[in-house]
Nanobody, 116 residues
Framework: QVQLVESGGGLVQPGGSLRLSCAAS????????MSWYRQAPGKERELVAF????????NYADSVKGRFIISRDDAEKTVYLQMNSLKPEDTAVYYC?????????WGQGTQVTVSS
């Protein structure tokens, strides 16, 4: 079955960096686009970054452009989110997701807290 397992979250000071990982299994990873979403307390879940299959195209929310980088390693079946210059407003639970035949699969999420 499809499984997505996020890791790499934690507590970081403003201006710091974190690298999130999402290990995938149960499907042919290289064939599918992958996305990172986040959900802050009291807010709706929002798309943060998207990467096509083969990694030839990426897209970012305006709020993270120039600070976050999404990448993938098809051999390792892993998608990454490098987060730099973190701000308190980046505090959220971060999820990776894949859509397969019209159905969205989600990981359990990893908490990112940006605070001094």
């Amino acid at each position: 079955q499809v499984q997505l397992v996020e890791s790499g979250g934690g507590l970081v000071q403003p201006g710091g960096s974190l690298r999130l990982s999402c290990a995938a299994s149960g499907f042919t990873f290289s064939r599918y686009a992958m996305s990172w979403y986040r959900q802050a307390p009291g807010k709706e879940r929002e798309l943060v970054a998207f990467i096509t299959s083969f990694g030839d195209n990426t897209n970012y929310a305006d709020s993270v452009k120039g600070r976050f980088i999404i990448s993938r390693d098809d051999a390792e079946k892993t998608v990454y989110l490098q987060m730099n210059s973190l701000k308190p407003e980046d505090t959220a639970v971060y999820y990776c997701t894949v859509r397969i035949q019209g159905y969205g699969y989600w990981g359990q999420g990893t908490q990112v807290t940006v605070s001094s």
